[in-house]
T-cell receptor
């Protein structure tokens, strides 16, 4: 059953804590993306990676970090520097990030601050 | 700077009616314009997409109309059904260059 798996579905962060959101894909896609969704704000790009061991900042990268050590995995860390982390986080992948191909999204992680 | 402006923010349509969502863009280099559909608690899924070499694309009840000179494109949902109730996002990008830039979304409610 191919697709993108995000975990956990719900995550709570304490003040000053770093948390990591998991994203795994078994579609053999080269490109992976992290978007943040806030009510009425649409989808804003945090980071993206077009190839293993390489990634680029999106529009709202401050307070976040990523790694791409394996093709199938693109974890996102929300650091304590992100002062307003409460949001719905979506991971996506596409076959080839250099062309405009269909994005496949995971089911998201809802992050809340305690 | 918002590169893709979407309207309306929310829309209520009677069952069987036509739903129309509009988007406007600023960057004339954009050459790929998809629409994504998102149900509550789920990730978005590609619905339909168009490139600027055509003015209209239809897939079933869903149609994209594209006006290159006005830098606008719109989604029309014919014979709207309650199952179409979702949030719709327009997006744009440059072929082989940039990731998708999304509009802020339109929450569509189709009532019986």
């Amino acid at each position: 059953d191919g697709g993108i798996t995000q975990s956990p579905k719900y995550l709570f962060r304490k003040e000053g804590q770093n948390v990591t959101l998991s994203c795994e894909q078994n579609l053999n896609h080269d490109a992976m993306y992290w978007y943040r969704q806030d009510p009425g704000q649409g989808l804003r790009l945090i980071y993206y990676s077009q190839i293993v061991n390489d990634f680029q900042k999106g529009d709202i990268a401050e307070g976040y970090s990523v790694s791409r050590e394996k093709k199938e995995s693109f974890p996102l860390t929300v650091t304590s520097a992100q002062k307003n982390p409460t949001a719905f986080y979506l991971c996506a992948s596409s076959n080839n990030g250099a062309t405009n191909e269909k994005l496949f999204f995971g089911s998201g992680t809802q992050l809340s601050v305690l | 700077q918002q590169q893709v402006k979407q309207s309306p923010q929310s829309l209520i349509v009677q069952k069987g009616g036509i739903s129309i969502i509009n988007c406007a863009y600023e960057n004339t280099a954009f050459d790929y314009f998809p629409w994504y559909q998102q149900f509550p608690g789920k990730g978005p899924a590609l619905l339909i997409a168009i490139r600027p070499d055509v003015s209209e694309k239809k897939e079933g009840r869903f149609t994209i109309s594209f006006n290159k000179s006005a830098k606008q494109f719109s989604l029309h949902i014919m014979d709207s059904q309650p199952g179409d109730s979702a949030t719709y996002f327009c997006a744009a990008s440059i072929e082989g260059n940039t990731p998708l830039v999304f509009g802020k979304g339109t929450r569509l409610s189709v009532i019986a």
